[in-house]
């Protein structure tokens, strides 16, 4: 069971990680998580001096770390760049789409035929109803979708 210091502890390290695009303060973030998750039911210490505390060892493990291997540019063996990504906001908003318990499953059924490329007249006659029934259709799920993916962000 995790204590409500540790609790408290973990989720303001979460937030700063959710803030932060620093690949360094993301790597101390997740060891000082992982040194409040090794003792997660103690309450001695209160939140704040826990988290910053594990902050603390989180720097003197990367300190050491980056004092045993030495660092090495990448430049000189690849000039080639990688390419990011491009299409994970859309996996991430379909995996939203997949799970959320609060969409209907008939807009949950609609939007993710709308994902894979059909469109309000292919939707429109498989289901037998008129064109603007099913944009009409389409408007209010993607309506509350939109309002459900802002408060899923707003509360993470």
């Not at 789409?97 to 993710?112: A, G, H, Y």
Request: proline share 4%; charged share 30%.
């Amino acid at each position: 069971m995790i204590s409500h210091p540790v609790e408290a502890a973990i989720v303001a390290l979460q937030r700063n990680a959710l803030a932060t695009f620093d690949v360094y303060q993301l790597d101390r973030i997740d060891r000082a998580l992982d040194e409040l998750l090794r003792n997660p039911s103690s309450e001695a210490t209160p939140a704040e001096y826990r988290a910053r505390s594990a902050m603390g060892h989180a720097y003197e493990v990367l300190k050491r770390r980056k004092a045993i291997t030495p660092l090495v540019s990448l430049e000189g063996a690849h000039t080639e760049r990688g390419i990011g990504d491009r299409e994970y906001p859309v996996v991430e908003i379909l995996e939203w789409l997949r799970v959320e318990p609060r969409i209907s499953q008939e807009q949950r059924t609609l939007l993710m035929a709308l994902a894979r490329g059909e469109d309000a007249d292919s939707l429109a006659h498989r289901e037998g109803l008129p064109v603007a029934r099913m944009r009409e259709r389409i408007s209010r799920a993607r309506k509350a979708a939109r309002q459900l993916w802002k408060a899923s962000v707003l509360a993470a």
